[in-house]
Protein backbone atom coordinates (compact mmCIF):
# COMPACT_ATOMS: atom_id res chain seq x y z
CA UNK A 1 0.00 0.00 0.00
CA UNK A 2 2.96 2.70 0.61
CA UNK A 3 4.22 1.79 -2.85
CA UNK A 4 1.37 2.43 -4.15
CA UNK A 5 0.33 6.07 -2.50
CA UNK A 6 4.37 6.85 -3.25
CA UNK A 7 3.61 5.81 -7.01
CA UNK A 8 0.46 7.93 -7.06
CA UNK A 9 1.96 11.05 -5.50
CA UNK A 10 5.18 10.63 -7.13
CA UNK A 11 2.72 10.83 -10.89
CA UNK A 12 0.75 13.87 -9.24
CA UNK A 13 4.16 15.59 -8.46
CA UNK A 14 5.28 15.21 -11.94
CA UNK A 15 2.34 16.01 -13.85
CA UNK A 16 2.27 19.11 -12.20
CA UNK A 17 5.76 19.91 -12.97
CA UNK A 18 4.88 18.65 -16.70
CA UNK A 19 2.23 21.34 -16.77
CA UNK A 20 4.37 24.50 -15.30
CA UNK A 21 7.14 23.68 -17.46
CA UNK A 22 5.72 23.51 -20.77
CA UNK A 23 4.94 26.57 -20.66
CA UNK A 24 7.51 28.40 -18.41
CA UNK A 25 9.45 30.47 -20.95
CA UNK A 26 5.85 31.27 -22.82
CA UNK A 27 5.07 34.70 -22.77
CA UNK A 28 1.49 33.92 -23.48
CA UNK A 29 1.66 30.57 -21.32
CA UNK A 30 -1.06 28.99 -20.70
CA UNK A 31 -2.75 30.73 -23.25
CA UNK A 32 -1.74 28.89 -25.73
CA UNK A 33 -3.30 25.70 -24.89
CA UNK A 34 -6.36 27.34 -25.42
CA UNK A 35 -5.06 29.13 -28.49
CA UNK A 36 -4.27 26.42 -30.33
CA UNK A 37 -7.08 24.40 -30.87
CA UNK A 38 -9.39 27.72 -31.01
CA UNK A 39 -7.40 27.93 -33.97
CA UNK A 40 -7.56 24.35 -35.54
CA UNK A 41 -11.56 25.20 -34.69
CA UNK A 42 -12.17 28.41 -36.65
CA UNK A 43 -9.81 26.68 -40.11
CA UNK A 44 -12.06 23.92 -39.63
CA UNK A 45 -15.71 26.35 -39.50
CA UNK A 46 -14.08 28.24 -41.72
CA UNK A 47 -13.05 25.51 -44.45
CA UNK A 48 -16.57 23.14 -44.01
CA UNK A 49 -19.03 25.96 -43.33
CA UNK A 50 -18.09 29.23 -45.54
CA UNK A 51 -15.64 27.64 -48.52
CA UNK A 52 -17.26 23.50 -48.48
CA UNK A 53 -20.15 23.99 -46.90
CA UNK A 54 -21.22 20.44 -45.36
CA UNK A 55 -24.33 22.29 -43.85
CA UNK A 56 -24.20 20.45 -40.43
CA UNK A 57 -26.39 22.38 -38.06
CA UNK A 58 -24.17 24.75 -35.37
CA UNK A 59 -21.10 23.49 -36.80
CA UNK A 60 -18.94 25.01 -34.29
CA UNK A 61 -20.18 23.43 -31.44
CA UNK A 62 -20.33 20.12 -33.58
CA UNK A 63 -16.45 20.32 -34.56
CA UNK A 64 -15.16 21.58 -30.92
CA UNK A 65 -17.29 18.50 -29.16
CA UNK A 66 -15.13 16.31 -31.14
CA UNK A 67 -12.05 18.25 -31.49
CA UNK A 68 -11.60 18.06 -27.46
CA UNK A 69 -11.04 14.70 -27.46
CA UNK A 70 -9.26 14.31 -30.38
CA UNK A 71 -6.52 16.81 -29.37
CA UNK A 72 -6.03 14.97 -26.15
CA UNK A 73 -5.23 11.81 -28.11
CA UNK A 74 -3.09 13.36 -30.92
CA UNK A 75 -1.16 15.36 -28.28
CA UNK A 76 -0.50 12.29 -26.05
CA UNK A 77 0.47 10.09 -29.42
CA UNK A 78 2.64 12.69 -30.67
CA UNK A 79 4.94 12.98 -27.24
CA UNK A 80 4.51 9.56 -26.02
CA UNK A 81 7.68 7.95 -27.96
CA UNK A 82 10.42 10.44 -26.74
CA UNK A 83 9.34 9.72 -22.90
CA UNK A 84 12.06 6.92 -21.94
CA UNK A 85 14.80 7.90 -24.52
CA UNK A 86 14.61 11.11 -23.15
CA UNK A 87 14.24 10.95 -19.55
CA UNK A 88 16.57 8.01 -19.57
CA UNK A 89 18.49 9.25 -16.38
CA UNK A 90 15.39 9.05 -14.56
CA UNK A 91 14.11 5.61 -16.13
CA UNK A 92 17.47 3.90 -15.21
CA UNK A 93 16.88 4.91 -11.59
CA UNK A 94 16.89 2.00 -9.09
CA UNK A 95 12.99 1.25 -7.71
CA UNK A 96 11.44 4.06 -10.93
CA UNK A 97 8.53 2.29 -12.81
CA UNK A 98 8.99 4.01 -16.25
CA UNK A 99 5.46 3.52 -17.13
CA UNK A 100 4.92 6.45 -14.80
CA UNK A 101 6.09 8.40 -17.74
CA UNK A 102 3.21 7.28 -19.66
CA UNK A 103 0.96 7.63 -17.29
CA UNK A 104 1.87 11.47 -16.49
CA UNK A 105 1.79 12.79 -20.23
CA UNK A 106 -1.29 10.87 -20.50
CA UNK A 107 -2.56 12.89 -17.50
CA UNK A 108 -0.99 15.94 -18.35
CA UNK A 109 -2.85 16.21 -21.47
CA UNK A 110 -5.95 14.95 -19.79
CA UNK A 111 -5.65 18.47 -18.04
CA UNK A 112 -5.67 20.38 -21.18
CA UNK A 113 -9.04 18.87 -21.48
CA UNK A 114 -11.02 19.38 -19.32
CA UNK A 115 -9.23 22.84 -19.70
CA UNK A 116 -11.22 23.44 -22.59
CA UNK A 117 -14.50 22.03 -21.22
CA UNK A 118 -15.91 25.70 -20.03
CA UNK A 119 -14.93 26.47 -23.38
CA UNK A 120 -17.13 23.79 -25.19
CA UNK A 121 -19.79 24.58 -22.52
CA UNK A 122 -20.19 28.80 -24.16
CA UNK A 123 -20.25 27.26 -27.23
CA UNK A 124 -22.99 25.04 -27.04
CA UNK A 125 -24.58 27.39 -24.66
CA UNK A 126 -24.62 30.10 -27.53
CA UNK A 127 -26.27 27.65 -30.17
CA UNK A 128 -29.14 26.62 -27.35
CA UNK A 129 -27.89 23.43 -26.83
CA UNK A 130 -28.01 22.40 -22.64
CA UNK A 131 -26.18 19.45 -21.16
CA UNK A 132 -28.11 17.36 -18.23
CA UNK A 133 -28.41 14.08 -17.11
CA UNK A 134 -26.02 12.74 -20.36
CA UNK A 135 -22.66 14.86 -18.26
CA UNK A 136 -22.75 11.24 -16.10
CA UNK A 137 -21.47 9.51 -19.07
CA UNK A 138 -18.54 12.13 -18.71
CA UNK A 139 -16.36 10.25 -16.58
CA UNK A 140 -16.84 7.00 -18.21
CA UNK A 141 -15.82 8.25 -21.16
CA UNK A 142 -12.44 9.71 -20.00
CA UNK A 143 -11.79 6.75 -18.19
CA UNK A 144 -11.93 4.27 -21.36
CA UNK A 145 -9.79 7.05 -23.81
CA UNK A 146 -7.11 6.94 -21.19
CA UNK A 147 -6.76 3.12 -21.16
CA UNK A 148 -6.96 3.66 -24.99
CA UNK A 149 -4.06 6.46 -24.78
CA UNK A 150 -2.12 4.45 -22.74
CA UNK A 151 -1.93 1.18 -24.04
CA UNK A 152 -0.90 2.98 -27.31
CA UNK A 153 1.65 5.46 -25.76
CA UNK A 154 3.23 2.26 -23.53
CA UNK A 155 3.76 0.56 -26.94
CA UNK A 156 5.35 3.44 -29.17
CA UNK A 157 7.12 4.20 -25.99
CA UNK A 158 9.11 1.03 -25.45
CA UNK A 159 9.12 -0.24 -29.16
CA UNK A 160 10.95 3.39 -29.83
CA UNK A 161 13.60 2.60 -27.84
CA UNK A 162 14.64 0.16 -30.32
CA UNK A 163 13.38 1.69 -33.66
CA UNK A 164 13.34 5.34 -33.56
CA UNK A 165 11.20 5.30 -36.63
CA UNK A 166 8.47 3.75 -34.67
CA UNK A 167 7.69 7.65 -33.55
CA UNK A 168 7.77 8.71 -37.18
CA UNK A 169 5.43 5.65 -37.94
CA UNK A 170 2.93 6.63 -35.45
CA UNK A 171 2.68 10.71 -36.06
CA UNK A 172 1.72 9.57 -39.84
CA UNK A 173 -1.05 7.46 -38.07
CA UNK A 174 -2.16 9.84 -36.33
CA UNK A 175 -2.40 12.08 -39.19
CA UNK A 176 -4.22 9.62 -40.82
CA UNK A 177 -6.46 8.91 -38.70
CA UNK A 178 -7.87 12.02 -38.63
CA UNK A 179 -9.37 11.91 -41.45
CA UNK A 180 -10.79 8.16 -40.85
CA UNK A 181 -12.44 10.05 -37.07
CA UNK A 182 -15.48 12.19 -37.64
CA UNK A 183 -14.01 14.73 -35.80
CA UNK A 184 -15.35 17.60 -38.67
CA UNK A 185 -18.21 15.32 -40.33
CA UNK A 186 -20.87 13.08 -39.35
CA UNK A 187 -20.51 9.78 -39.46
CA UNK A 188 -23.55 9.04 -41.00
CA UNK A 189 -22.17 10.50 -44.13
CA UNK A 190 -19.50 7.23 -44.18
CA UNK A 191 -20.86 4.67 -47.02
CA UNK A 192 -22.47 1.84 -46.13
CA UNK A 193 -19.12 -0.45 -47.09
CA UNK A 194 -17.24 1.38 -44.75
CA UNK A 195 -18.96 1.39 -41.77
CA UNK A 196 -17.35 -1.84 -40.18
CA UNK A 197 -13.91 0.20 -40.38
CA UNK A 198 -15.37 2.91 -38.18
CA UNK A 199 -17.31 0.22 -35.61
CA UNK A 200 -14.23 -0.93 -35.10
CA UNK A 201 -11.86 2.08 -34.71
CA UNK A 202 -12.46 2.96 -30.61
CA UNK A 203 -11.67 6.65 -31.47
CA UNK A 204 -14.48 7.20 -33.87
CA UNK A 205 -17.02 5.79 -31.38
CA UNK A 206 -15.35 8.22 -28.50
CA UNK A 207 -15.79 10.91 -30.52
CA UNK A 208 -19.12 10.33 -31.78
CA UNK A 209 -20.04 9.18 -28.23
CA UNK A 210 -18.88 12.50 -26.44
CA UNK A 211 -20.77 14.76 -29.49
CA UNK A 212 -23.13 12.38 -28.54
CA UNK A 213 -23.47 13.62 -24.39
CA UNK A 214 -22.14 17.30 -25.02
CA UNK A 215 -23.78 18.31 -28.42
CA UNK A 216 -26.86 16.23 -28.84
CA UNK A 217 -27.47 16.16 -24.97
CA UNK A 218 -28.33 12.22 -24.95
CA UNK A 219 -26.81 8.77 -24.22
CA UNK A 220 -23.80 7.28 -26.11
CA UNK A 221 -25.04 4.02 -27.98
CA UNK A 222 -24.10 1.18 -25.65
CA UNK A 223 -23.13 -1.65 -28.34
CA UNK A 224 -20.01 0.58 -29.40
CA UNK A 225 -19.72 1.70 -26.56
CA UNK A 226 -19.00 -1.51 -25.05
CA UNK A 227 -17.14 -2.28 -28.11
CA UNK A 228 -14.87 0.76 -27.75
CA UNK A 229 -14.59 -0.01 -24.20
CA UNK A 230 -13.39 -3.75 -25.06
CA UNK A 231 -10.81 -2.79 -27.41
CA UNK A 232 -9.45 0.02 -25.47
CA UNK A 233 -8.83 -2.57 -22.67
CA UNK A 234 -7.24 -5.06 -25.22
CA UNK A 235 -4.78 -2.32 -26.60
CA UNK A 236 -3.86 -1.66 -22.85
CA UNK A 237 -2.82 -5.52 -22.87
CA UNK A 238 -1.11 -5.69 -25.27
CA UNK A 239 1.11 -2.14 -24.63
CA UNK A 240 1.27 -3.86 -20.79
CA UNK A 241 2.57 -6.96 -22.54
CA UNK A 242 5.14 -5.68 -24.94
CA UNK A 243 6.38 -3.58 -21.92
CA UNK A 244 6.79 -6.03 -19.47
CA UNK A 245 8.35 -8.31 -21.73
CA UNK A 246 10.86 -5.49 -23.18
CA UNK A 247 11.71 -3.62 -20.07
CA UNK A 248 14.94 -5.48 -19.47
CA UNK A 249 16.45 -5.17 -22.53
CA UNK A 250 15.12 -1.70 -22.56
CA UNK A 251 17.36 -0.49 -20.10
CA UNK A 252 20.11 -1.97 -22.20
CA UNK A 253 19.25 0.39 -24.90
CA UNK A 254 18.71 3.58 -22.74
Same mark, same amino acid.
Given at each position: ???????????????????????????????????????????????????????????????????????????????????? /???????????????? #?? !? @? &?? %? $???????????????????????????????????????LLIFGLSLITATLNVFYQDVQYAMNV???????? /???????????????? #?? !? @? &?? %? $????????????????????????????STIVLGLGWLIYRRLLSTMYDFL
Amino acid at each position: MTAVKYNADLICHLVWRDFLLRYKKSVLGILWSLLVPLGQLAVLVLVFEKVVPLNIEDYPGFVFSGLLPWTWFSNSLGSAGYLF /TYNRDLVRRPNFEPSI #LV !A @V &NT %L $SNLIHFLIFLPVLFLILAFYGRHMAFSLLFLPALVFIQSLLIFGLSLITATLNVFYQDVQYAMNVAVMGLFYL /TPVFYQADAVGDKYRL #LY !A @V &NP %L $SVLVESYRAIFFQGMAPQWNLFLLAALISTIVLGLGWLIYRRLLSTMYDFL
